[in-house]
C-alpha cells in the first residue's frame, strides 16, 4: 500500500461515521450505504492528495454523489414494491450485545424512523440537498459540487427541502428509560389482551406501519388511529408465532423489540413516542433488510 492508499484509508476511517451518515440518509439502506462508501473510498483513492483542498469535504462530495445515484437506481424499485416501504432498520445500541459496527452515525437524531420517512417524501436531489445542509452543514459550494448544480440552484432546493420536512417533521423522543418503560408496558398489555391499556399508552392519531416486501405476511397498508392499532395489537397473544423471544435494543435512535420464533429471527419492531404516548409503531419483517440483525437469537 503506497502513501496516497495510506491516506484515503485513513480519511475513511477519520470520518466513517460522518460518511456512512450521509449515505444511509440519502438512501435509507444500510446495504447500499455500505456499497456506496466502498465505491466511493475507489474514487477518493484515484485523486491526488495535493489536489483536495479540504479531504473530509471532498470524500462528503463523493459520498452524496455516488449515494444519490444509488437511490435513483432504486427509486423504481421502490415503486414496484409489495405493500409499505421502510427504511432498512439501523441498529444503534443494544442492553445486552454492545454497538453494532455501522451504527457510527453522526448527528443520531437525524437517522430516526420519523425523519427518514420524511426524507422519502422529497425529490432525490432535495434529499441530499437536505442531509448535506441541514443536517450536516456543508456550505452551498462544496454541496454544488456534489449534486452537479449551481449555487443559486442549490440554494433554492434547500429552501424548498427545508420547508416541506418542517411541515411534515414528527416529535419523537429517543430511546430513554421512560421510553422503555412505555414499550414494556404496551408489550404487557398486548400480550394480555388488554385493549384499555394499550389505548392508555397510543396517541389519538397513532400510525402502525408493517414492511413485509411481499416476502413476508405484513400488513398491506398502514393502520392509523389509537383503536385500530389497539384492536391490532390486543390480539398479538393468540398469534401463533412459535416459541416467541423479544430482545430489547435501540433501533434509530428509538426504543425497539427484536422478535425471534423458534430462536431465529421474525421481525423488528420501532416505537415512536412523544409526550410518553405511542405516536407510532413500525414493524420490518421484510428478511432482506434484517440481515445485519443477526439470524438467531443470543439467548
Do not use: C
Not at 30 to 59: G, I, N
Request: no cysteine.
Amino acid at each position: 500500500m503506497n502513501s496516497d492508499d495510506t491516506s484515503s484509508v485513513q480519511v475513511f476511517t477519520d470520518h466513517r461515521g460522518l460518511l456512512f451518515s450521509i449515505a444511509y440518509e440519502i438512501t435509507g439502506s444500510v446495504a447500499d450505504s455500505e456499497d456506496v462508501l466502498q465505491d466511493s473510498y475507489l474514487r477518493f483513492a484515484k485523486v491526488e492528495p495535493d489536489t483536495v483542498e479540504d479531504p473530509r469535504a471532498y470524500a462528503a462530495q463523493v459520498v452524496t454523489r455516488q449515494a444519490l445515484n444509488s437511490l435513483r437506481s432504486a427509486q423504481r424499485r421502490r415503486e414496484e414494491y409489495v405493500g409499505p416501504w421502510l427504511p432498512e432498520p439501523l441498529l444503534t445500541a443494544t442492553d445486552e450485545r454492545g454497538t453494532d459496527p455501522s451504527a457510527r452515525v453522526e448527528l443520531a437524531e437525524s437517522v430516526s424512523m420519523a425523519m427518514l420517512l420524511v426524507l422519502e417524501t422529497l425529490s432525490p436531489l432535495e434529499r441530499a440537498v437536505f442531509v448535506m445542509r441541514e443536517v450536516f452543514g456543508f456550505d452551498y459550494a462544496h454541496i454544488a459540487d456534489a449534486v452537479d448544480r449551481t449555487q443559486a440552484s442549490v440554494r433554492q432546493v434547500a429552501h424548498r427541502a427545508r420547508d416541506h420536512v418542517q411541515e411534515r417533521r414528527r416529535r419523537f423522543t429517543p430511546a430513554n428509560e421512560e421510553t422503555d418503560r412505555v414499550v414494556g408496558e404496551f408489550f404487557a398489555a398486548a400480550m394480555t389482551g388488554d385493549l384499555d391499556g394499550l389505548l392508555r399508552l397510543l396517541a389519538p392519531d397513532a400510525v402502525y406501519i408493517a414492511d413485509g416486501g411481499g416476502k413476508v405476511t405484513a400488513a398491506k397498508v398502514p393502520v392509523h388511529g389509537a383503536q385500530k392499532v389497539a384492536r391490532l395489537f390486543s390480539g398479538l397473544a393468540r398469534v401463533e408465532l412459535p416459541d416467541m423471544t423479544m430482545d430489547t435494543a435501540i433501533v434509530n435512535t428509538a426504543p425497539g423489540v427484536i422478535v425471534y420464533s423458534r430462536g431465529v429471527l421474525d421481525l423488528v419492531f420501532l416505537f415512536e413516542i412523544a409526550d410518553g404516548l405511542i405516536t407510532g409503531v413500525y414493524a420490518v419483517r421484510n428478511p432482506d433488510k434484517l440481515t445485519r440483525f443477526g439470524a438467531s437469537s443470543p439467548s
